[in-house]
C-alpha cells in the first residue's frame, strides 16, 4: 500500500492519462516552484484502468487552469484548504491560449518577430483543433 502524506493547502489533479503528468508537470512550470510536489503514476483506477495523479502543495492562484484544459479538459481539479477538498474545477477547452504552443508553419510571423506571443484560437470545440492567431496553422501534435 502506498501512502503518500495529505496535503494542507493545494490542489490535486486527479484523473489524468497514464504517462502524462511529467508533461503537465513541465508545463505547469511547478518545477520553478518551492513548493511541495507528489507523482503518481499509474495507479490504478476502476474508470480508466490506470491514471496519474498530481499532488501540489501551494497557492491555488499558481495553477494556470488554461494549460491544463489545454493539455486534457477531462483532469479533475480538487482544491484543498486545511487538509480537506473545498471545491472541485470543471475544466473547459480554452478559446486562446498564450505561449504555451508554438506555430511550426516557418512563414509565420512568429518566425520572423521573435518578440510576438505564439497565440491560437480554438477554432472546432468538438474536434478540439486550434489555430494559429496569424497564419490559421492548425496545432497537430500532441502535449
Known sequence: ????????????????????SLSIYHHLQLD???CTVAIIKNAKSSKMGKKDILKVECDIDMLNLDVLAFIDHNITVNVIKDGEIVSKKELTLPKEI??????????CITSIEQGLPHIFVLTDEQKEIYRCKYCEEKYTEPL
Open 1 to 20: 500500500m502506498l501512502n503518500v502524506g495529505k496535503i494542507e493547502e493545494g490542489f490535486v489533479l486527479d484523473h489524468i492519462k497514464a504517462g502524462k
Open 32 to 34: 520553478k516552484l518551492d
Open 98 to 107: 498564450r505561449n504555451i504552443i508554438r506555430c511550426k508553419n516557418p512563414r
